[in-house]
């Protein structure tokens, strides 16, 4: 009998160092995932226009020479177990645009991610003060950084002009509801660490304007200049392509104007009887859609969805291509509306065979023949040629592709945003 207990004793030391050092290895390969890339090391010291500082816990990038104060500065908090450097890329792009960018690095980082508060409410206090005659300032928070991120902006302070929350299931215990600024929430189709039910529960405690954006096939380690971490999904999108999309995004938000109903207007709000695509409604679309342009393939498509255009956001994607090709029907479908537009020149409206979206093509040089309001299309089938009509670059002839979500039997032209880059993969 004693023999037996010894036995159940051995065996209980063993599994829990078994427990223990799986623990270890896994808390181990999280620091070590955590740790910068080559090129986000490079974007850490000083280079290209672009100064860099570190002092005290917060780094600091600025283009050299004397950085205006009515542009915006950006805030970065990282995630946890997270050197801070797999952010610099970010702040580096911030900089050499001409605003001020900071990363504040959470004090005390721990193995086992006890990322300690102590000292943090110092170095905001610090950023905030350098920056009280900056024309506002931006608030991103990645991953656990979002817990920060969320906690000041909770407060509102004066010159709060954005908040963006990327890969993260914050405000997880903060209301942000009533929070008067533009704010977006970013988040990846296979993320493994941030579930589609945490970002519903956080998207529940944004404001009704909060815009949220899906990267398709993007996970959680891609967000940043990193390795993967641990019981993170693997992405099916190349990890430049998903870093290049999420800053795109920041950057546009920190050239929107603070003016809540303007930027509401074009970038956030979702009109009155609308609803945003559903994953399944997309994946729909995506399964019978071709690019519209004749002899174009999927490597020559490049995603300028949230590239920044003057006080707002692309929202669509251009195709470059000779001027006079083929200008294809998408989908099934049937034209809406033949639109002369004084920015997007002649353009097609049309639906897809679901009646749920509603495809832009602008920019034609001209109409193909017997193209008119009303007729049916089919997938593949000519409706106009590529040309620079509108306020498209004379030099540069493109389709202007875009795909809204809306209610074409109600309305030809509104709708809610949908990237068409990804579809066409």
């Known amino acids: 009998m004693q023999e037996a207990i010894e036995g159940w004793k051995r065996a209980g030391i063993a599994t829990a160092a078994i427990a223990v050092s799986s623990c270890l290895a896994v808390a181990v390969w999280a620091q070590v995932a955590g740790r910068p890339s080559e090129e986000a090391r490079g974007a850490a010291v000083s280079s290209g226009g672009v100064s860099v500082n570190r002092d005290a816990g917060v780094w600091h990038f600025t283009r050299q020479g004397a950085a205006p104060d009515s542009l915006r500065s950006l805030i970065i908090f990282p995630a946890g177990r997270v050197d801070p450097r797999s952010y610099a890329p970010l702040a580096h792009a911030a900089a050499r645009r001409g605003h001020r960018a900071y990363i504040i690095e959470s004090p005390r980082r721990t193995l086992f991610g006890g990322v300690k508060a102590e000292g943090l409410n110092l170095r905001i206090a610090r950023v905030l003060q350098a920056n009280a005659r900056a024309g506002g300032w931006l608030l991103v928070g990645y991953g656990g950084g979002g817990a920060s991120a969320s906690t000041l902006a909770a407060f509102a302070p004066a010159g709060m002009a954005g908040v963006v929350l990327i890969g993260s299931e914050h405000p997880r215990d903060i209301d942000l509801s009533s929070v008067p600024v533009p704010v977006a929430l970013i988040a990846g189709t296979r993320d493994g660490l941030t579930?589609?039910?945490?970002?519903?529960?956080?998207?529940?405690?944004?404001?009704?304007?909060?815009?949220?954006?899906?990267?398709?096939?993007?996970?959680?380690?891609?967000?940043?200049?990193?390795?993967?971490?641990?019981?993170?999904?693997?992405?099916?999108?190349?990890?430049?392509?998903?870093?290049?999309?999420?800053?795109?995004?920041?950057?546009?938000?920190?050239?929107?104007?603070?003016?809540?109903?303007?930027?509401?207007?074009?970038?956030?709000?979702?009109?009155?009887?609308?609803?945003?695509?559903?994953?399944?409604?997309?994946?729909?679309?995506?399964?019978?859609?071709?690019?519209?342009?004749?002899?174009?393939?999927?490597?020559?498509?490049?995603?300028?969805?949230?590239?920044?255009?003057?006080?707002?956001?692309?929202?669509?994607?251009?195709?470059?291509?000779?001027?006079?090709?083929?200008?294809?029907?998408?989908?099934?479908?049937?034209?809406?509306?033949?639109?002369?537009?004084?920015?997007g020149g002649l353009m097609v409206y049309a639906t897809d065979m679901s009646e749920r979206f509603i495809l832009l093509y602008g920019h034609l040089d001209d109409y193909a023949d017997g193209i008119s309001d009303g007729m049916q299309l089919e997938r593949g089938q000519v409706i106009g040629y590529v040309g620079t009509t509108g306020n498209a670059p004379p030099g540069t002839p493109h389709l202007h592709f875009g795909i809204l979500r809306g209610q074409p039997a109600a309305s030809w032209s509104r709708g809610i945003a949908v990237n068409p880059y990804p579809l066409l993969f």
């Open 195 to 343: 579930r589609t039910d945490d970002i519903a529960k956080a998207q529940a405690r944004l404001p009704s304007h909060a815009r949220l954006i899906w990267i398709e096939g993007g996970n959680h380690s891609q967000f940043a200049w990193h390795g993967y971490r641990p019981g993170d999904r693997t992405a099916s999108i190349a990890g430049a392509d998903q870093r290049t999309q999420t800053t795109n995004a920041v950057l546009a938000m920190l050239l929107t104007s603070t003016s809540l109903p303007a930027f509401a207007a074009t970038e956030v709000a979702t009109p009155a009887g609308l609803t945003s695509a559903t994953q399944q409604e997309l994946a729909e679309l995506r399964s019978r859609i071709v690019i519209p342009v004749r002899g174009i393939v999927r490597t020559d498509l490049r995603d300028t969805f949230a590239e920044p255009r003057g006080q707002r956001l692309h929202e669509a994607i251009d195709i470059l291509a000779p001027r006079g090709t083929p200008v294809l029907a998408a989908t099934d479908g049937r034209v809406l509306k033949l639109f002369d537009s004084k920015a």
